[in-house]
């Protein structure tokens, strides 16, 4: 079955720290994987996207990603981590039918 | 406009009522998407147009909702008789590819 995992829930990080959210996703062909970030009472903004190549992929804002085949995992970073950033941030795979995690709470403490 | 356009932004509906939700995608964006955000289930699909291919309805939860896609762009989900279950966040979607989808700012759906 196609699925993904988020393991954490809520993340409490101090500004300027780094940051790293897990994601791990079942899937039986070689996923398209995307990292999404919601603002509260916002839709959904595409951070970054990894279909194919290099495995380690830039995004917007200062995020990376680094796909892991062999772990058939996909985590988010960011090597400073700005109040701004907090958020809710979701890990999906697919293509024309997207599988969401069930998303990681972002806290940034000054 | 530059952006997906969902309206309304909030909607408050008594139970039993049919409500409609519009969504209008990105400009030559082939594809379009709905899904439901919900406390207890998150980031649901719901269904999917693209081009002029039949919609994949997969994930329509039952048979009191359906939506159409007049034209190759504006979208209408419409849920019949509405029931509290059914309150949520739906949130449209539009892509160019067949991935790189971009959400609007959805509409939330409060069944009283």
């Known amino acids: 079955a196609q699925s993904v995992t988020q393991p954490d829930i809520h993340i409490t990080v101090s500004e300027g720290a780094s940051l790293e959210l897990r994601c791990n996703y079942s899937?039986?062909?070689?996923?398209?994987l995307f990292w999404y970030v919601q603002s509260p009472g916002q839709g959904l903004q595409l951070l970054l996207k990894y279909f194919s190549g290099d495995t380690l992929v830039q995004g917007i804002k200062g995020f990376e990603a680094e796909f892991k085949r062999s772990q058939s995992s996909f985590n988010l970073r960011k090597p400073s981590v700005h109040w701004s950033d907090a958020a809710e941030y979701f890990c999906?795979?697919?293509?024309?039918?997207?599988?969401f995690g069930a998303g990681t709470r972002l806290a940034v403490h000054p | 406009g530059a952006g997906v356009s969902q309206s309304p932004s909030n909607k408050v509906t008594e139970k039993g009522k049919d409500v409609e939700l519009r969504c209008d995608p990105i400009?030559?964006?082939?594809?379009l998407y709905w899904y439901r955000q919900s406390l207890g289930q998150g980031l649901e699909f719901l269904i999917y147009?693209?081009?002029?291919?039949?919609?994949?309805k997969s994930g329509l939860p039952s048979d009191r909702f359906s939506a159409e896609r007049t034209g190759g762009s504006v979208s209408t989900l419409t849920i019949q008789r509405t029931q509290q279950e059914d309150s949520a966040v739906y949130l449209c979607a539009s892509s160019l590819e067949v991935t790189s989808a971009f959400f609007g700012q959805g509409t939330r759906l409060t069944v009283v």
């Open positions: 400009s030559g964006h082939t594809a």
């Open positions: 899937y039986g062909a070689t996923p398209y």
């Open positions: 999906a795979v697919g293509d024309l039918k997207l599988i």
């Open positions: 147009f693209q081009g002029n291919s039949a919609p994949d």
